[in-house]
């Protein structure tokens, strides 16, 4: 059984709702063109604002934003109460021509695949504070490059999934510059703008049946303060989902208080085992971002724990065999800086699994970092400093004790995994993670790929591991159009079991 696909239970409701949206529409609208004003540096080194362009159309904008104003009132006023039946995310149920195969066991292993990517979706005058703009475009090269792997993969007939001792594919460190045409899990944060949410959702929906998207509270439901813009995670499956749940994290303050940052959890079918269910969950999150909050951060991951747990347990039937339990997002810390000591050891890295991580502030010798200073990764680790972030202080000042040590850059984007004991289980026997680079361009951060392969077997002398290639790193070439700047950081993980 599927879930609803209107965030409203009826028609009346959803159309009352529209009419509100409408009736903020222009005063939205005139906002955000008077911040679109403000230039990017790709705008001023191409030339492509006017000066005048401010002087003749801001007061024209600012004008239609006073006269707006009345008609936005009675839209908030309709708008706000309206929250408290709206279910906080939407759901698209898309039939395909081109399913999943179907999983049984006993019977061969499988491969599930994930992506975590921040996409930085704003709209158009907030998203020109950080140096990016041309949402439109951008939203449409983002789905595209999520998708140029999966238009050639149609073409191939049905997706296998096989497993990892007879597939090939990346080694643990290796750059990779194709997207994977067979992610199953499409993890994103920071898609703010309902508008472009919709659109990714159309350009995803050709290759994924089931998407969550548009989530998060809005107004004054279920959070501390008004919450101007949605949670900005948006996940795209291939399996169905059979129940979904958001919560929004309290104490978010200065800008991340506009927002509604909390945590999505899903469990997906996916098959089944002996007349049981096999189930998987998947976590989606986004942190709190100034770098000087870390004891917010800790809180918003303690609460987070315990509300995947609550979501298991009342979503979980006698007999579930549990594929995968992922927790990952954009967690806004990482395993490097001094700053980040109290979320280094937070207890999460005691439930779940970092196959990136070896201990507190020390990473695997593959592991690269997720957060950019510049355009490009390169091999050489004077590449990786020109490019790549460095390790901060608790202020978010750059570490100057970090200047003479060896360190990969900041990886700021997780994806978490941990086992469920059960009479049918797997068990996590390696782990592998190499990064990617679907969005080549001006300013984007790397894109990395992960893969752990777990075993599913009938006695646990049967479990074998499967070796780990040796990482092996390469450059990545800066290519394609410059004039579209992304700020993107992807995770991709892959788990295999078999018998």
Not at 157 to 164: K, V
Not at 368 to 397: M, S
Not at 398 to 406: C, I, L, R, T, V
Request: aromatic fraction near 8%; charge should be positive; glycine fraction near 8%.
């Amino acid at each position: 059984m599927f879930l609803r696909e209107s965030p409203f239970p009826n028609r009346l409701l959803r159309g009352l709702y529209s009419l509100g949206q409408h009736l903020l529409f222009p005063s939205y609208w005139a906002t955000d063109c008077l911040l679109d004003l403000r230039e990017t540096t790709a705008e001023r080194r191409q030339r492509q604002c006017c000066p005048l362009r401010a002087l003749v159309t801001g007061p024209l904008l600012l004008l239609l934003l006073i006269l707006s104003m009345p008609v936005a009132l009675l839209g908030l006023l309709l708008w706000l109460p309206l929250q408290a039946a709206r279910r906080p995310f939407t759901y698209k149920h898309n039939m395909l021509s081109r399913q999943p195969v179907g999983w049984e066991l006993p019977g061969k292993g499988k491969a599930f695949s994930f992506v975590s990517a921040n996409v930085c979706l704003l709209p158009n005058g907030l998203a020109k504070f950080s140096n990016l703009g041309q949402i439109k475009q951008r939203v449409a090269h983002i789905g595209q490059r999520l998708t140029e792997g999966e238009a050639s993969a149609s073409f191939a007939g049905p997706r296998s999934h096989q497993s990892p001792t007879g597939r090939e594919g990346l080694g643990p460190g290796e750059i990779s510059a194709p997207f994977p045409p067979d992610v199953d899990f499409m993890c994103l944060q920071e898609v703010f703008d309902q508008r472009a949410g919709a659109r990714l959702c159309q350009l995803l929906s050709p290759f994924y049946e089931h998407i969550v998207y548009d989530v998060g509270a809005y107004g004054l439901q279920g959070c501390s303060a008004l919450k101007v813009f949605n949670s900005g995670l948006f996940l795209a499956s291939r399996y169905p989902v059979l129940a979904a749940q958001y919560r929004c994290y309290p104490n978010g303050i200065c800008e991340d208080a506009l927002s509604a940052k909390g945590l999505l959890s899903v469990q997906v079918q996916l098959g089944s085992a002996q007349r049981q269910r096999i189930v998987g969950y998947v976590n989606c999150t986004h942190l709190h971002a100034p770098a000087a909050d870390a004891q917010i951060r800790c809180d918003q991951l303690t609460q987070g724990l315990i509300w995947v747990q609550q979501f298991q347990d009342s979503h979980t039937q006698h007999g579930d065999v549990v594929a995968f339990d992922v927790f990952c997002g954009d967690f806004n810390f990482d395993n490097c800086s001094s700053g980040d000591e109290l979320e280094q050891t937070h207890d999460i890295f005691r439930q779940y699994q970092d196959p990136c991580r070896v201990g507190p502030r020390q990473d695997q010798p593959w592991a690269i970092g997720t957060c950019l200073a510049g355009p490009a990764t390169l091999e050489q680790e004077e590449g990786r400093r020109t490019y790549l972030a460095g390790p901060i202080l608790r202020d978010g000042r750059p570490d100057p004790s970090a200047a003479g040590s060896p360190w990969e850059g900041r990886r700021i984007d997780y994806i978490l995994y941990r086992e469920h004991p059960a009479p049918i289980s797997l068990t996590t026997v390696s782990a592998q993670r190499g990064p990617l680079s679907p969005f080549r361009g001006a300013t984007q951060p790397p894109a990395l790929n992960l893969r752990a392969p777990t075993l599913l077997p009938q006695a646990a002398s049967s479990a074998q591991p499967v070796p780990r290639d040796r990482p092996q790193y390469r450059p990545v070439p800066s290519a394609g159009p410059r004039h579209l700047h992304h700020r993107l950081r992807l995770w991709a993980a892959e788990f295999v079991s078999r018998l």
